[in-house]
């Protein structure tokens, strides 16, 4: 089982900056990626920024020059820093990650997606 676990969410004032991380452990060979989603009251869920481990990101136009995404591969972690938060950036964020297992001798894998429970950004003035 592999657990993620968030942290960082809170309260902030437009134009603000907050930090978000998330931490993989549990049973698994490898991370193969790791992403951030959101989701707000009425709206459906959507991907924030993602980073495979070979360091290629994916942000969403909404965020982009905002949001920074970020991964320590050693400590099976990723944290996003979001600077010039706009109130429509309010939602309750989710950290997702597709994790690997060798699931034999010749080294083939298994790939699983895993869900944090989510942590909630709230900007207003």
């Known amino acids: 089982q592999v657990q993620l676990v968030e942290s960082g969410g809170g309260l902030v004032q437009p134009g603000g900056s907050l930090s978000l991380s998330c931490k993989a452990s549990?049973?698994?060979?490898?991370?193969?990626?790791m992403a951030w989603y959101r989701q707000a009251p009425g709206k459906e869920r959507e991907l924030v920024a993602a980073?495979?481990?070979?360091?290629?990101?994916k942000y969403a136009d909404s965020v982009k020059g905002r949001f920074t995404i970020s991964r320590d591969y050693a400590e099976n972690t990723v944290h996003l820093r979001m600077n010039s938060l706009k109130p429509e950036d309010t939602a309750v964020y989710y950290c997702?990650?597709?994790?690997?297992?060798?699931?034999?001798?010749?080294?083939?894998?298994?790939?699983?997606?895993?869900w944090g429970e989510g942590t909630l950004v709230t900007v207003s003035s």
């Open positions: 997702n990650a597709e994790v690997h297992r060798i699931v034999n001798v010749e080294g083939a894998t298994s790939k699983r997606n895993y």
């Open positions: 549990g049973s698994f060979d490898s991370v193969h990626s």
């Open positions: 980073e495979t481990r070979g360091g290629t990101t």
